[in-house]
């Protein structure tokens, strides 16, 4: 279930693309894949996720007639943003954090109401607004609402356990991406997933590398607080 937003880049992060664009459809598909995988073109296995296969099929499903010869930069790299959501929805469901109260919903919506989302099919600003668009537009707040401090909690967790660096996103102003980096690769370590495709692998790193992003400094990282909240 994909929010159209107002600006699709708003939320370009992988990590935030997570919490706010996974679909639990995706993953399903992906869960339920059987053993009996072909050993050519995109069915064949580039992954496995707590044991089961991920094929480049499930990954790239409007691209399932080309075979993994004739993939493209552009379709790796899109490969390995689906692989991640996969991955972290799977491993960071395990870590028993509490799910968002009400209050913490509502705070982060707020937050997002002063910043609203808009679907393509809303009408231009000139245009009286319907009770159903006005429906709409709260209920993707709530939802977004509800990823948000998801996400900052999984946020939280992961750097107050493996710290490393934090970069500024535009969608998310304290990335933990070290911790990340650290998780994932303690993960792959036990088994929890492995990436066969060796172009794809390489694709999934890049995702957690802070080369090339703003590093912002130890002493002014700060999770007390979600960034929504700061002054």
């Not at 699709?8 to 869960?31: D, K, N, W």
């Not at 999984?154 to 500024?168: H, M, Q």
């Not at 996103?169 to 070290?178: L, V």
Request: aromatic letters at 10%; glycine letters at 6%.
């Amino acid at each position: 279930m994909h929010l159209h937003l107002q600006d699709p880049h708003i939320f370009s992060s992988p990590r935030m693309v997570m919490g706010l664009l996974f679909s639990t459809a995706f993953l399903s598909c992906a869960r339920s894949a059987s053993s009996g995988i072909p050993e050519q073109g995109n069915a064949s296995v580039s992954a496995f996720v707590s044991g089961r296969p991920v094929t480049f099929s499930d990954l790239l499903p409007g691209e399932a007639a080309a075979v993994g010869s004739t993939l493209t930069d552009r379709m790796i790299s899109q490969a390995a943003d689906k692989l991640s959501l996969v991955i972290l929805a799977e491993l960071t469901a395990q870590l028993g954090i509490p799910e968002p109260t009400a209050e913490e919903i509502r705070e982060a919506g707020e937050f997002l109401g002063s910043h609203p989302l808009k679907s393509p099919d809303d009408v231009d600003s000139d245009s009286t607004q319907t009770d159903s668009n006005s429906q709409y537009v709260q209920n993707a707040i709530n939802s977004v609402s509800r990823d948000l401090v998801r996400t900052w909690k999984i946020d939280k967790f992961i750097y107050e356990k493996y710290g490393g660096e934090v970069v500024f996103q535009q969608s998310n102003p304290q990335e933990p991406i070290g911790a990340y980096r650290a998780f994932l690769k303690e993960k792959e370590g036990l088994g929890s997933f492995r990436i066969i495709d060796e172009r794809l692998r390489i694709a999934f790193w890049a995702l957690y590398s802070a080369d090339n992003s703003i590093v912002i400094p130890k002493d002014k990282v700060d999770f007390s607080r979600p960034w929504w909240r700061r002054p």
